[in-house]
């Protein structure tokens, strides 16, 4: 297995004294896709939302554990630093209605009052919106609204957007969940290129998607991590039966 | 085939839908003829003059409503200043923490604020400033009708911010942006349409109370910018007129009648268009 | 003090009971003259009319007079509807004096039929579809349905409309002081002049000079303030569980 650069160790969440992920300890390898798959309910959500740390922003929610960064714990710095070397799109596409497809992509600096020339601002915009697989198709609007797009051109607006910070690794919420067929899997494309230069985690309950598009697989229940490994290996010769159950959807 | 009971039923039926629309129309009848009547008898009054000169002594014909205008308009301002902070600033915070010990008490204390008759407002506003200052002022005017501009905002303001999606709220954090700054270059951007027209709202109200003013404000002949000192405006100028035995200044009542109407019911219609224009979808 | 019925600065005498009486009579006549008008609106805007481009047009007209100042609803009054109500009692051979309990309350209901209507509006769009339909199914005609189905469905919401139109009601102050005739003694008759609690506020307050005359004003005022708050929140908890358990 290459590097990881995203590790968590023994990582546990709570809600209020619920425990809703024990223990759990992952590790990411570098530039590659890797899903994590589970029944809903099983901490799929609540594990990527530590990673960015945005899962302490719900009352009452805590977090246990180390999640390591190229060796550095996240757990111990500034939130919002985490956030802006780990990136997230979410499932619903969310651009900001109040600005324009330019001032999306560049969001992330705009808020954080981090000024650049204009021309570095192009130049980040022109290739965010190009990895996103989205910048024929805007580049004569680039100042029109975001919200004027399609849903499959507004996701991956968002994904241009968290990509535009450079961020270390990604974090995909079942991103093709609200889309129709043609743009998810114009989106699976984008992923599978993308994965050559960054981190993808992406959580998913289409076990099909997940073999489409990940090399390393983990699988989830109750709040534990019951396996990982090797997608394709895990599909045909999964090594724990609740891993077997799911796939072969005795529940789901 | 209908029969005799039926027919009854359905002509039962018709007659009442008329008679709702009889009187739901007769309703709106005394909207046009207040409107008619003073725009008939204002628009007579309206001139340069009208506009930028004093009123005149009883028994001298023309003259100007210059002070009450100057006067509305300085306690629009101070009005605002005092309620336009705090009311977004409440209304954000009840948008954000909607249970807990201090936002009950806060929304209880707006709640029973807005349903208090303007005249106990007035009465609150001279015990807290007229008393304290030893008189009437333009400060204490814009204190008393601030009093009445809060409530209004800040239920403009929780109920906008509340219909934005929070999913909007994650994606500015999660792309590492500070708490503070994704309320403020965020949120309040994507609501502004809501919050601005509770303000154009608020201001329209405001512009036409008069009894707050009564005691604190009190009126003044004269135009007069000094916080300290009292002020006049034109729902004042309008009761005072209007009250009195001089024809001259009921003339000129009915002219400042028409300039509140039409200032108040502009501020109406551009917060319509404000709503449809701004408003931003999700 | 609310019992005693002389209010008499000269004397010395602060019984406010001559306001309670005014603040009452004009408030509920009000109300009795606003409610037959705030709910043919409601039904015309909340089952006949709903989502067509009619509905928007009286919706505007009814919202455009809540706008108006009320100190403008007063001048307006004082001029031109005191005459023909002098006319009217003159007619009746009561006295002419045109101010009056009567006039305020006219005047005073035109300006809460907005407020009433609203809220009756949104219980009367709460009545659930299929509850009307199932009436309709058994050949009901559409005002069979109101009586029977949609108002008593929506009847506490109706009842909330009346108390915070009441409240509002109460407390109007401006278009109630120009018209009222200023008597501080307890009116006899519907056509007598007299002072509401807010009335009797906005006439003397800057005039008092006596402590005491003061302070009974203020004293006043609480009591309208009190009053005020309890219709309100009764109203506004009758709306909560109105709304509570319409899409509980």
């Known amino acids: ?252 | ?282 | 003090m609310f019992y005693r019925s002389v209010w008499n600065p000269v004397s010395g005498d602060f019984g406010a009971f001559p306001f309670i009486v005014g603040t009452l009579f004009t408030a509920f006549l009000a109300l009795a003259f606003c409610t037959p008008f705030a709910l043919a609106i409601s039904l015309l805007l909340g089952e006949y009319w709903r989502g067509t481009t009619w509905s928007g047009i009286l919706q505007t007209l009814i919202e455009v007079p809540a706008g108006i100042p009320s100190v403008i609803y007063g001048f307006w009054g004082l001029f031109l509807v005191v005459p023909l109500i002098r006319s009217l009692e003159s007619k009746l051979h009561v006295a002419p004096y045109g101010v009056g309990i009567f006039t305020a309350s006219v005047i005073l209901s035109i300006m809460i039929i907005p407020y009433a209507a609203s809220l009756m509006i949104e219980t009367i769009k709460l009545v659930p579809y299929d509850l009307k339909e199932a009436a309709y199914s058994l050949g009901a005609t559409r005002v069979e349905v109101i009586r029977n189905v949609v108002l008593p469905y929506a009847r506490s919401g109706v009842f909330a409309g009346i108390l915070l139109a009441l409240g509002r009601a109460l407390g109007e102050t401006m278009a109630v002081t120009m018209v009222i005739g200023n008597s501080n003694f307890i009116p006899k008759s519907i056509f007598a002049p007299a002072n509401t609690m807010a009335s009797i506020i906005a006439n003397e307050f800057t005039e008092a000079s006596d402590p005491l005359h003061l302070s009974s004003l203020i004293e006043v005022g609480v009591l309208l303030f009190f009053l005020t708050m309890v219709i309100n929140m009764i109203g506004k908890a009758i709306i909560r569980r109105t709304v509570s358990g319409a899409y509980g």
């Open chain 1, 1 to 252: 297995m290459e590097s990881a650069i995203l590790k968590t160790e023994n990582l546990s969440a709570f809600f209020g004294s619920q425990c809703v992920i024990k223990s759990v300890n992952l590790e990411f390898p570098k530039n590659n896709v890797t899903a994590i798959m589970g029944p809903s309910g099983c901490g799929k959500t609540t594990l990527i939302r530590c990673m960015n740390r945005m899962h302490e922003l719900v009352p009452g929610a805590s977090t246990s554990g180390k999640i390591l960064l190229n060796d550095e714990d996240l757990n111990a710095i500034n939130p919002i630093l985490v956030r802006r070397k780990v990136g997230m799109v979410f499932q619903r596409p969310n651009p900001f209605p109040t600005m324009s497809i330019y001032d999306n992509v560049i969001a992330g600096y705009k808020l954080n009052g981090i000024r650049k020339k204009r021309a570095e601002f192009d130049r980040i915009v022109e290739e965010s919106l190009k990895k996103a697989a989205l910048w024929d198709e805007v580049k004569n609007t680039l100042h029109r609204k975001g919200t004027f797009l399609s849903g499959g051109q507004q996701q991956r607006l968002c994904i241009a957007r968290a990509l535009a910070m450079n961020p270390e690794a990604i974090l995909l919420d079942e991103p093709t969940s609200a889309l129709d067929p043609k743009a998810t899997s114009l989106i699976e494309e984008l992923i599978g290129e993308l994965e050559k230069s960054i981190t993808i985690i992406i959580v998913t309950h289409n076990t099909a998607q997940a073999a489409r598009i990940s090399e390393y697989t983990a699988f989830m229940y109750l709040g534990e991590m019951v396996e990982f490994g090797n997608t394709e290996k895990l599909f045909t010769v999964p090594k724990h039966k609740k891993t077997e159950e799911y796939l072969t959807g005795k529940f789901g």
């Open chain 2, 1 to 282: 085939m209908v029969d005799n009971g039926v027919s009854f039923r359905i002509f039962k039926d018709n007659l009442f839908k008329w008679s709702l629309v009889l009187v739901s129309f007769l309703a709106t009848v005394p909207l046009f003829l207040i409107l008619f009547y003073v725009a008939k008898n204002g628009i007579s009054s309206f001139s340069w003059t009208f506009i930028t000169h004093l009123p005149k002594p009883p028994g001298e014909a023309g003259g100007g409503i210059l002070n009450g205008i100057v006067g509305t308009l300085l306690l629009i301002g101070w009005s605002s200043l005092l309620s336009i902070p705090l009311g977004i600033t409440l209304g954000l915070y009840l948008s954000e923490f909607r249970e807990g010990f201090f936002s009950y008490w806060v929304r209880l204390c707006i709640d029973v604020l807005q349903g208090t008759p303007s005249v106990v407002i007035g009465i609150v506003a001279y015990a807290w400033i007229v008393i304290t200052m030893g008189g009437f002022s333009l400060f204490s005017g814009g204190v008393a009708l601030s009093l009445i501009m809060v409530p209004m905002i800040v239920k403009a303001t929780e109920e906008t911010l509340k219909l934005i999606p929070s999913a909007l709220k994650e994606a500015s954090l999660a792309l590492g942006v500070s708490y503070s700054k994704t309320i403020f270059k965020v949120i309040i951007p994507s609501g502004l349409s809501g919050i601005v027209t509770g303000i154009l709202l608020g201001v329209a109200r405001v512009a036409g109370e008069t009894a707050p003013l009564l005691f604190t404000a009190f009126g003044n002949p004269f135009v007069n910018w000094n916080p300290l000192k009292p002020v006049s405006a034109l729902p004042i100028l309008i009761f005072n007129y209007a009250s009195s035995p001089f024809p001259e200044w009921h003339q000129l009542a009915w002219g400042a009648s028409l300039f509140l109407v039409t200032i108040v019911l502009l501020l109406n219609a551009v917060s319509r268009v404000v709503i449809r224009k701004w408003k931003v979808q999700f």
